[in-house]
């Protein structure tokens, strides 16, 4: 595994690959890695012929109050926990060198980012569609991996993509989830342990709203309230929203007809959780 | 000279060219080419193995009462124009392809999009880069030439090339002239003889300040307003601005040192046109 931490070395590592006819697929991280980030590397690995896992805590999506300087950073453990995988490339560009002095430029996706994760962290997307765009110019690569946990992020980055036509192919991967079923999170690090077992009720929420589903409920109204009912007796749960979404553009639907997400944002203490479920007709 | 009239054609090319390690020069275009038009087309023609014009009136720079609708179009002329130049492809997108139903994603620069120019075209500079960023993604050229006519919009993109990490070299051309002064502009089409000639009060004024200049004065106050007392006589002539700004951020300067650049718009009746002139040392 070569670590490259300048934006220059890894364009010029990206072309000479480009010019050997090698596909590179890139996974975006901001490290502290759990399962989840696994999963995705190794989906990379198997996709491509050089895999390359950036590691950069990107300040520009993180918003007043939010938890930037205290976001978790072990890059020791990192290191270790990525042995075997069989990444090539791990980029570690500085934060300077990303947004030096003199900086204004961003990429925004209009729509698709005003509604729930947007409402409550109104410059999240755009941080996380500049840097991703960044990344796809400094890597070049043909795929990026991202996870579905974060699954209006995922939509969001698909439509930069085509609407900017940047020609990455974007791969989703499925949550992944601890053994109690709590979906795996770096911030997952934050909870203490009663607060931990209170976020169980998301997923819990999420099982029931599947059930449902499976049962013939397809009206979003009436899964939605089934799923707070799961959360609202969790004392150190506050929900920020659950939402029934169309899969491809997040927008609202009256009843569930094409493939639908739940999605669903809570704060367990001071510790905000996001979690959702797809549903598939089986 | 070969046309491409879909991304996909444009893209699958551009792979091939890079793979044969040719160099591929952009000019992009808005039609109704003029001798402005031309020298980018032959600069880039010098530059680089493959030269491809782009040729696209991009609806996301027009504001609401700007001439989208009647901007100049003349496709067999511009193809007769640039005859003999070297033009290896013609890039032709349409509006249906460059913006489907659903596009949603812009680029913005922010600070120096808000100055000049952005105080009399919100929307100007964000439908600039956008466009500019989609060409870039669908050409995948290694340089791009742009007109200095354009100054401001010249710096913007130079600011969204190095945020973005686009690697894409920039190159900038001195405005053509006709033989009476005037900057070529495909909406000087629009004047009628009488406004054209209040409109060579414009580049008489730049020469003014040039004389200026030259004569040791480095107060841009001062050179600001012999500027505007060369225009205000010409009844035809509405000033909209007259500044003196930094080549590079734009920025304002208190005196003259470093390189700077004086930048004017006016409308002569309805028709709206720029013109700048920057101070070199001898």
């Known amino acids: 595994m070569q670590i490259v931490s ?8 990206s072309d000479e690959l480009r010019k050997d006819g090698k596909t590179i697929v890139l996974v975006p991280t ?3 890695f759990h399962e989840g980030h696994l999963s995705l590397m190794r989906e990379g690995r198997r996709r491509g012929d050089v895999l390359v896992v950036s590691l950069f805590v990107n300040p520009t999506q993180f918003g007043e109050g939010e938890d930037y300087d205290i976001y978790p950073r072990d890059f020791s453990r990192d ?6 995988i069989g990444v090539d490339i791990l980029f570690l560009p500085a934060v300077e060198e990303m947004y030096p002095g003199g900086y ?4 925004e996706v209009e729509r698709a980012t005003k509604l729930m994760e947007g409402q409550f962290r109104p410059i999240y997307f755009r941080g996380v569609t500049t840097v991703v765009a960044k990344l796809f110019n ?10 579905e946990k974060d699954f209006q992020q ?3 980055i698909r439509r930069m993509v085509e609407d900017l036509n940047m020609g990455v192919e974007i791969i989703g991967m499925p949550i992944v989830r601890e053994r109690d079923g709590l979906a795996m999170s770096s911030r997952n690090s934050y909870l203490t342990s009663d607060q931990r077992k209170a976020a169980l009720s998301l997923n819990r929420s999420l099982q029931k709203a599947s059930q449902l589903f499976r049962s013939g409920e397809r009206n979003p109204g009436r899964i939605i309230e089934a799923v707070r009912r799961v959360i609202e007796p969790e004392r150190e749960v506050t929900i ?3 939402e029934v979404r169309d899969v491809k553009t997040l927008e609202e639907i009256e009843i569930i007809e094409e ?3 739940i999605a669903l944002a809570a704060k367990v203490g001071k510790v905000r959780l996001i979690d959702n479920l797809t549903f598939r007709e089986e």
Chains 1, 2 share one sequence.
Request: aromatic letters at 10%.
């Open 30 to 32: 901001m490290g502290y």
């Open 138 to 147: 400094i890597v070049n690569p043909h795929m990026a991996v991202f996870g």
């Open 154 to 156: 995922l939509v969001v």
């Open 104 to 107: 204004q430029t961003f990429v």
């Open 240 to 242: 920020e929203y659950v």
């Open 259 to 261: 493939q639908a997400v």
């Open 6 to 13: 300048t934006m220059r070395k890894m364009s010029s590592i």
């Open 79 to 84: 290191k270790g926990l990525i042995e075997g």
